[in-house]
């Protein structure tokens, strides 16, 4: 089975162009129900795996209380997966069609207040390397909504100063985010102050970099806004998504129209984008 998953990663990289985080999480899926038939099935090769298999894996999700929503991606997961070894000819049925998903709560994003914001932000307002960096990663993310794995792979030539935008790509399809001027500044004081110092050849391209001098990674991120809200006093469960979903509200709020939040944000239905209406004045008001 391994073979095969590797075959429809490829097929969905090359032929779906859809993006590395995407394709993470189909692998992570597939692997851990390969590697539940290894253990439980007489064989986990893809045509002899039947409909009771797959059954008994989701019970077995169930009973480690796997979140809904965790189960739920790992059903679409496979049906994605046996619809395409059904369409290569290497399996005769799809034994994932008496699959369901459950249902799925859909939960309010948590978002900061302007003034939780505020406090965040004023927490990299000091002069070293490491916080003029960090300004400029927070700042950014506050004004455009870009996803962290977006800002971790932005290049120095993703982003236009003189013109205050950035690109950002999502396998073949690509967006155009503007920034404003207080972007653009600490931007600015980073790129000239500070990235020299902290960069090595091995990230000569990436514009942001962690005190080691290689690209910033997604733990590494995570663990700098959590100390961050921490300091300013935050109580809420600040993750980095937080600063995207408190983008979308205040932008919302602010009078910006729907649809180019949509864009920016990068979201194919509008309906996802629609959940952000109103929820920056709901905040507010607690």
């Not at 038939?37 to 796997?66: C, G």
């Not at 990663?137 to 794995?149: D, N, P």
């Not at 985010?177 to 207080?182: A, M, T």
């Amino acid at each position: 089975m391994e073979r095969e998953i590797e075959s429809f990663i490829s097929y969905l990289h090359n032929i779906k162009k859809t993006s590395p985080n995407t394709e993470m999480a189909y692998r992570r899926d597939l692997t851990k129900m390969r590697i539940y038939l290894e253990i439980t099935a007489a064989s986990p090769a893809v045509d002899e795996v039947t409909e009771e298999n797959l059954k008994k894996y989701f019970s077995y999700m169930e009973r480690k209380k796997f979140k809904a929503s965790t189960i739920s991606r790992s059903v679409a997961s496979i049906k994605a997966f046996y619809h395409y070894l059904l369409k290569e000819g290497l399996v005769s049925r799809d034994v994932s069609e008496c699959l369901k998903a459950p249902k799925v709560e859909r939960k309010e994003p948590d978002i900061l207040t302007a003034e939780e914001m505020e406090d965040l932000l004023a927490q990299t307002s000091g002069d070293s390397d490491k916080e003029l960096r960090d300004n400029a990663m927070l700042e950014l993310l506050y004004a455009t909504g870009i996803r962290v794995s977006e800002l971790i792979n932005l290049k120095i030539s993703d982003v236009n100063m003189h013109m205050g935008f950035l690109i950002c790509r999502e396998g073949d399809r690509e967006r155009m985010i503007p920034f404003g001027n207080q972007v653009r500044e600490a931007l600015h004081q980073y790129l000239s102050r500070a990235r020299d110092h902290m960069v090595t050849n091995e990230a000569r391209d990436v514009l942001f970099v962690n005190c080691s001098g290689m690209p910033m990674s997604r733990q590494g991120f995570w663990k700098l806004i959590k100390s961050y809200a921490k300091k300013a006093g935050i109580t809420k469960d600040i993750t980095p998504h937080t600063l995207r979903h408190t983008f979308a509200a205040h932008k919302l709020e602010s009078g910006t129209d729907l649809k180019s939040v949509q864009e920016m944000l990068g979201h194919s239905d509008i309906s996802t984008t629609h959940i952000y209406t109103n929820l920056g004045r709901k905040t507010a008001a607690e």
